[in-house]
Every structure is written in C-alpha cells, then in structure tokens.
C-alpha cells in the first residue's frame, strides 16, 4: 500500500514532465492496487 501511494506520488511529479508515461504509471498504479 505505502508503494503504492509513493509510486502515485512519483507519477504525479513525472506527470508535469511527461504526461504520456504519467498517465501509464498511473493506470499501472490503480491495476497493482486493484489486483
């Protein structure tokens, strides 16, 4: 969960630089989360 939550933080950070690979962190994120 806490790996989770930093990983988000990440994308959030890598989503201003790069939107396209935020929004695929971000979708991996909720996939990890949800299985």
């Known amino acids: 969960l806490v ?3 930093v990983l988000a933080y990440f994308t959030l950070l890598g989503s201003i630089k ?3 690979n935020g ?3 971000l ?3 909720f996939w ?3 299985g």
């Open 32 to 34: 990890v989360m949800g």
């Open 27 to 29: 979708i991996f994120t």
């Open 23 to 25: 929004i695929l962190v």
């Open 3 to 5: 790996f989770s939550v």
């Open 18 to 20: 790069a939107p396209k």
